[in-house]
């Protein structure tokens, strides 16, 4: 966020811990238990939410030299991303147009792309070079048999895509909403890539998302880890369309009450929460970006695949203990505590013992959530 934005966040976080207070949402929000266990909506959500809509891929210096790929599974759509030599980014399904094998995996740079099935060959803008038996495939119209191209898009150091073929542009811009000038001010570009983390927790990749989405839980279940560091249940909320932002204070805040209005800094007390739809978060930290993503398995709705990365300042003189010890607190927490929990709950869920959970005012970036899946699905609940 800009200047401005920060310190009218910092006022009304002050007003909030003041009044013991938060920002509310409008109304209660109830959710159906089922739609974290039924297969048809969770196909649904796959080709409506994961295919049809832009996909936030990561910040640009994942992929920060000519040459540069990284490949991926979006909800069943095999993605190679590259920067060509041109520096523009690139997205395509990485698929042989011969019989189908990827021709890529991992990440890394290459010049080319050799199918590892009979050695077809790619370049970085998705042209077929060539085949091998020339005899074999003669009169094959190589410029119709290039990779099949995926829209994709960068702007503000971030990287987008749709899993699909065809289709409008990609307009980051529109697509972040009110929240766009955020992160253009946050500089995204100058944050590398330090590490990745995957795990295939038992739950919904809905749950993923809704750990992060309130500090309701902070005092009770990280009472023990996190807790002393946060001022729990207090937060200010921002919609940007289909996107949410939830600025949570640390109790280091009280350490501005002192200062003049305008010389105050917030950012460094100050953890905002951006949850990018429809599977991401990407949050601020007092010195690094934390992302998280999280994908639904290709058959199971209660298993999905959860991605966390670490970005830190390019200018930053920190050693590497400094960053491994917080991708250490950031792994423990939810892995031991938040993804634990949430495996009982879905099986609580799954169990048919109760229809429906219901989110409280004081929880609004959750309930924005549930809504913009409503709304992106069409359904009403």
């Given at each position: 966020m800009d200047r401005q934005e920060e310190l009218a966040v910092g006022r009304r976080l002050f007003g909030h811990i003041d009044g013991r207070t938060t920002d509310l949402a409008d109304a209660l929000f109830r959710n159906r238990t089922i739609n974290y266990?039924?297969?048809?909506?969770?196909?649904?959500?796959?080709?409506?939410?994961?295919?049809?809509?832009?996909?936030?891929?990561?910040l640009s210096t994942r992929l920060p030299k000519p040459g540069d790929f990284l490949t991926e599974d979006v909800a069943g759509m095999p993605v190679l991303m590259t920067r060509g030599a041109d520096g523009q980014v690139r997205a395509f399904a990485n698929i042989c147009r011969h019989r189908g094998a990827p021709v890529a995996t991992g990440c890394g740079n290459a010049r080319a792309f050799v199918c590892p099935y009979h050695g077809w060959t790619y370049d970085s803008a998705g042209k077929l070079?060539?085949?091998?038996?020339?005899?074999?495939?003669?009169g094959l119209d190589h410029g119709a048999h290039g990779l099949v191209p995926l829209p994709a898009a960068e702007k503000h150091g971030m990287l987008y895509i749709r899993a699909q073929p065809g289709g409008e542009p990609i307009d980051i811009d529109a697509v972040l909403g009110a929240i766009a000038p955020d992160m253009a001010a946050l500089r995204l570009d100058s944050h590398p890539l330090y590490s990745t983390d995957k795990v295939t927790p038992r739950i919904n990749w809905k749950f993923a998302i809704d750990t992060f989405l309130e500090g309701y839980h902070i005092p009770h279940l990280h009472r023990k880890t996190i807790a002393p560091y946060f001022v729990g249940n207090c937060g200010v909320?921002?919609?940007?369309?289909?996107?949410?932002?939830?600025?949570?204070?640390?109790?280091t805040i009280e350490s501005q009450r002192t200062?003049?209005?305008?010389?105050?800094?917030?950012?460094?007390?100050?953890?905002?929460?951006?949850?990018?739809?429809?599977?991401?978060?990407?949050i601020w930290q007092l010195d690094?970006?934390?992302?998280?993503?999280?994908?639904?398995?290709?058959?199971?709705?209660?298993?999905?695949?959860?991605?966390?990365?670490?970005?830190?300042?390019?200018?930053?003189?920190?050693?590497?203990?400094?960053?491994e010890k917080n991708r250490d607190i950031a792994i423990r927490t939810v892995m031991e505590e938040d993804f634990p929990l949430g495996e009982r709950m879905q099986i609580g869920f799954e169990s048919g013992a109760t229809e429906e959970v219901i989110y409280g005012r004081n929880e609004p970036l959750l309930v924005h959530f549930h809504r913009s899946i409503r709304n992106a699905l069409g359904v009403r609940a």
């Open positions: 266990s039924c297969r048809e909506r969770a196909a649904v959500e796959r080709d409506r939410l994961f295919r049809a809509l832009p996909i936030f891929m990561g070079l060539g085949t091998t038996d020339k005899v074999g495939f003669e909320f921002k919609s940007g369309g289909l996107n949410g932002r939830l600025s949570v204070p640390k109790t200062m003049a209005e305008d010389t105050r800094d917030y950012r460094r007390h100050v953890v905002s929460i951006y949850q990018l739809f429809p599977n991401a978060l990407l690094h970006v934390e992302i998280w993503r999280a994908f639904p398995d290709r058959d199971d709705p209660s298993r999905c695949e959860v991605e966390m990365t670490i970005y830190r300042p390019a200018e930053s003189t920190r050693p590497d203990s400094y960053w």
